[in-house]
């Protein structure tokens, strides 16, 4: 084994800060890579966020400063050790010390900055990062960074990146004009010779596709989709330029956290040998929610940021007939007002069998996984997609729309041969999830043992990073051979 050092580089990780897959990933892709006995050590933002409870383990292991164009901006590092992994947390009350982690007025700038604080960190700590792996926008520009720096630096010649899209349709995209100043580029890179403008708009995330030495993206068929410009966002063109460096990794989730023979969220729990414990768990979550308390009626759950891309739209036009059926559904998120108000009404319109719960709790969401049988994720696009991994572990149906890393984990069942770990549908259309949701629910109520195969066959599906972070591995490892003069 070569000892690569690994920096990888996110806005949000678990258990610090999350606001999405992209904090789960953070915190369960690194220790999965450490296993294997690579130093990887993770960096993010010093965010208000952070619990006391981590800020006190905290050490300040330097200082520095960054220049923003004019500005010259203090960057501290703290470091924590928490489980297997070190974190580095880039502190700087002007640009952290906020309400959200994304969402601020200034967020390209933010961004930049912590950007440009990791470019330089491994000058002022104890650790050289053969590789900088960085994610989504926020972090793009750490790319672009290195192969400046690597201009007058040979420091940076042999520091190599890659930099992983979690969702293309997020690209940070500010005017050129606000930022080149504080980017601190040269400014070729947005002048012509004749110091005509060049470029208008500043795109984070396409100058990390364009910068970085690999480029990954979280399932295989996301990789081929954003190809392609329904699910490109306009950077369709620039991906298919640099797919020659392009490879699609599935996410894994960390199967300790997540496992229903130990979790301590859910009352009851369970494994392949006594499902009839998970059968307990509906009882639980329909007193929970005010459902009628009945063990043969389908719970179907929703657990997702309530945004058009999640396919709900397609749920709202055929709820009421949906309705028609017994089942029971419960939603539990935030997001759009339009959604969070769509499902407060169907809650109100049908007591008893519908829950809208619009916040999001983890607990609660364990629970659900846990008491559930069928969890809807109709998605128009999802790159990669965790609660159906979560659902698969908990033995709760998926039924999902044939996309990203939906298709790529989800196999239709298939009544003949019983194979098959969830239900899934091709085109975005609403009586497509219908009919899908049917056949589901007609095996379930009709065909006790079969649907019992199916929950095992869930149960056995593997999505821990096992093979994941192996790929990963290689990846580094190829890389690391390259060299740069
Ligand atoms: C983004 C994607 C989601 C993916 C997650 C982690 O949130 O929308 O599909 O699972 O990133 O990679």
Redesign the pocket.
């Known amino acids: 084994m070569i000892p690569i050092n690994i920096l990888y580089v996110t806005s949000e990780a678990c258990p610090f800060a999350k606001t999405?897959?992209?904090g789960?990933?953070a915190g369960s892709l690194p220790p999965a890579i450490k296993k294997h006995g690579y130093d990887i050590r993770v960096v993010l933002p010093l965010h208000r966020h952070i619990k006391e409870r981590y800020m006190k383990g905290m050490e300040q292991i330097a200082q520095f400063n960054i220049h923003l164009g004019w500005r010259n901006q203090y960057a501290g590092v703290f470091q924590l050790k928490y489980g297997d992994i070190i974190f580095y947390f880039i502190d700087n009350e002007y640009y952290f010390n906020r309400d959200n982690i994304y969402g601020e007025f200034d967020d390209g700038e933010r961004y930049a900055y912590f950007s440009k604080a990791v470019a330089i960190l491994s000058k002022v700590i104890d650790f050289k990062p053969d590789i900088i792996h960085t994610n989504d926008w926020h972090t793009a520009l750490v790319n672009l960074y290195i192969k400046d720096l690597r201009i007058g630096d040979s420091y940076y010649n042999d520091i190599k990146t890659v930099f992983t899209i979690?969702?293309i349709k997020y690209q940070g995209v500010y005017d050129a004009w606000m930022l080149s100043d504080i980017l601190g580029l040269s400014p070729k890179r947005y002048f012509n010779d004749d110091g005509i403008k060049f470029y208008d708009k500043i795109n984070y995330m396409k100058a990390g596709i364009v910068y970085c030495d690999v480029l990954t993206t979280?399932s295989k068929t996301y990789a081929e989709e954003i190809k392609h410009q329904f699910f490109g966002e306009k950077l369709e063109g620039i991906i298919r330029k640099e797919e020659f460096k392009l490879t699609g990794i599935i996410?894994g989730i960390d199967y300790d956290i997540y496992n229903p023979q130990n979790d301590r969220y859910i009352e009851y729990n369970y494994n392949y040998g006594n499902l009839n414990n998970k059968f307990k768990n509906k009882g639980v979550i329909q007193k929970l929610y005010g459902l009628d308390v009945r063990d043969n009626v389908p719970i179907l759950a929703m657990i997702t940021r309530m945004s058009s891309i999640k396919g709900i739209d397609l749920l709202k036009h055929i709820l009421d007939e949906l309705m028609l059926e017994d089942v029971q559904l419960i939603v539990l998120g935030t997001g759009d007002k339009e959604y969070e108000d769509m499902f407060k009404y169907y809650e109100y319109y049908y007591p008893n069998r519908i829950a809208a719960r619009v916040y999001f709790s983890e607990r609660e969401a364990h629970k659900i996984y846990a008491g559930a049988d069928m969890l809807l994720m109709p998605s128009m696009m999802?790159?990669?997609?965790?609660s159906q991994l979560i659902a698969l572990r908990y033995g709760t149906i998926p039924v999902v729309r044939e996309t990203?890393?939906l298709k790529d984990t989800i196999t239709s069942y298939n009544k003949f041969t019983k194979e098959g770990n969830g239900f899934s549908f091709k085109n975005y259309n609403a009586h497509e999830l219908l009919f899908t949701i049917k056949n589901a629910v007609d095996i379930y109520r009709n065909n006790e043992k079969d649907w019992n195969g199916l929950i095992l066959n869930a149960m056995e599906s593997k999505n821990d990073w096992g093979a994941s972070s192996l790929e990963y591995i290689g990846l580094y490892n190829k890389l690391y051979g390259v060299k740069y003069v």
Do not use: K, M
Request: aromatic residues 0%; glycine residues 32%; charged residues 10%.
């Open positions: 999405g897959g992209l789960d990933v979690h969702n979280v996410n999802e790159p990669c997609g965790i990203g890393g």
